[in-house]
């Protein structure tokens, strides 16, 4: 408190000192009074309008305002201001991505960024994130070798780099990648329960049933999980797993779940199971 108002005296006796406009801004981000701290870096603008860390200051305190066009765009004239500045280009690129789902805006902002920081990780897998989400999936995957260059054991990046597998139609290779991800990271439920999706849609469904056994080891509050079991195990014929599996997928969301049942095919050889009727009895509406 003593320095912010040592600071308000000096702006007292001299408004146009940019320096103490920019250091009032700083106190009172850190104080969580961001509109506070925005006029005083737009004061410290208005005195050195070429300043590149009140620029990428007033950045930040728009994006924690949730101000997001005018954070990019605050993000941009700090970039102007020092084109060679990674960060600039990085947050502005986050920005795209995350808040406002402009991918290729995200992907031109990570790929100056990466120009000036060629091996940097978060730069090549939030690129990566941007063109998996254009759904360009080649390079997507070139974007997360990338980073598995400077973070060969990343989890996410192992991860993600199956998602854009799986949806570019290259089962094998997605499953290559999601085990990769479980090495690194054994109880991770979302890497059991992709593999398992993925054996089910291949036909393996004993294998398929592994994974989600094991995903439900992790989570077994988890009603697909336990859905798509009960779809494997009807499917090969075993109709009391199938049931079993189905009375805790319907514990958990009998609305959904009990919906699922009644529409899935792969279900119709138990219709005549008087266990099974009398389960779905149990989670009809009304």
């Known amino acids: 408190m003593t320095y912010l108002l040592t600071v308000y005296r000096a702006l007292e006796c001299r408004p146009d000192t940019y320096r103490d406009w920019y250091d009032q801004g700083n106190i009172l981000r850190e104080r969580m009074d961001y509109f506070g701290a ?17 620029w990428y200051k007033r950045g930040m305190i728009l994006e924690d305002l949730g101000m997001y066009e005018e954070a990019a765009a605050s993000y941009s004239n700090a970039a102007q201001v020092k084109e060679d500045n990674y960060w600039a280009w990085y947050d502005q690129g986050c920005v795209y991505l995350q808040e406002l789902k402009d991918y290729q805006k995200a992907i031109a902002c990570f790929q100056r960024a990466l120009g000036h920081s060629p091996g940097d990780y978060w730069a090549a897998y939030r690129q990566g994130e941007a063109y998996r989400l254009l759904k360009n999936y080649e390079c997507a995957i070139t974007s997360y070798d990338l980073a598995l260059g400077a973070r060969p054991r990343d989890y996410w990046a192992w991860y993600r780099r199956g998602d854009a597998f799986r949806d570019w139609g290259n089962p094998q290779e997605a499953l290559f990648n999601y085990r990769t991800a479980l090495d690194i990271r054994p109880q991770d439920y979302w890497s059991w329960y992709q593999q398992g999706v993925i054996l089910q849609e291949l036909q393996r469904l004993p294998e398929a049933i592994a994974c989600y056994e094991e995903s439900l080891k992790i989570d077994r509050d988890d009603r697909y999980a336990w859905y798509n079991a009960a779809c494997c195990y009807a499917a090969l014929g075993q109709q009391q797993q199938a049931i079993e599996c189905l009375r805790e997928a319907l514990d958990i969301e009998p609305d959904i779940c009990g919906e699922l049942v009644r529409n899935n095919f792969v279900f119709d050889g138990l219709r005549q199971n008087e266990t099974f009727n009398e389960l779905l009895s149990c989670y009809s509406p009304g």
Do not use: Q
Request: glycine share 0%; hydrophobic share 35%.
């Open 38 to 54: 925005l006029i005083s870096y737009e004061k410290a603008l208005e005195y050195y309008p070429d300043d590149y860390w009140a």
